[in-house]
């Protein structure tokens, strides 16, 4: 089951956004520090309360019981940040669904939650009427990379970088 998170969730959200830091921290210790996160318990809250904010959880349903202790243990989180443009000089009037993170317990790999979220969160964008979803995947990330692409995402832009 997807459904919007809660405080209750927030112990296992900082679980599972450690176990994405250490993701990045592999592919780029020069960038992300280990064994931490994103997000603490204070800004998670406040994420909660922002309606442009929105934080969804997959929660394991009784369709995917490894053991009763499992039962209702969030499994994963979506990450989104709803932004518009108007009345640009430069750009067209556009509203996107940016998808600031998405994570799926290491445990849970493999059991199609990841396309869960995304198809929910792309079902949400519909309906409040997105014009697109956009996100960023770093570079060595190889996984995520294919996985977004089998959700039908593709390249929008590339940010590139020198290392001094």
Same mark, same amino acid.
């Given at each position: ?8 969730? $927030? ?15 592999? $592919? ?73 993170? $998405? ?27 997105c014009n697109n979803i956009t996100l960023n995947v770093w570079e060595g990330n ?23």
């Open positions: 089951m997807i459904r919007s998170a809660n405080e209750e969730d $927030i112990p296992r959200i900082i679980e599972l956004l450690h176990q994405v830091n250490m993701v990045h921290h592999v $592919i780029r210790p020069d960038l992300f520090k280990p064994h931490t996160t994103k997000y603490n318990e204070q800004e998670l809250r406040s994420l909660l309360l922002d309606s442009s904010k929105p934080i969804f959880v997959y929660v394991n349903g009784e369709e995917q019981l490894e053991g009763e202790q499992d039962k209702g243990k969030v499994l994963g989180y979506a990450f989104c940040q709803i932004s518009e443009v108007k009345d640009d000089l430069l750009l067209e009037d556009i509203k996107t669904l940016y998808v600031d993170d $998405i994570c799926v317990d290491e445990n849970a790999r493999g059991k199609h939650i990841g396309k869960a979220l995304y198809e929910f969160v792309r079902n949400y964008a519909k309906t409040i009427d190889n996984a995520a990379l294919r996985f977004y692409q089998s959700m039908g995402m593709h390249v929008q832009k590339t940010t590139m970088e020198e290392v001094l």
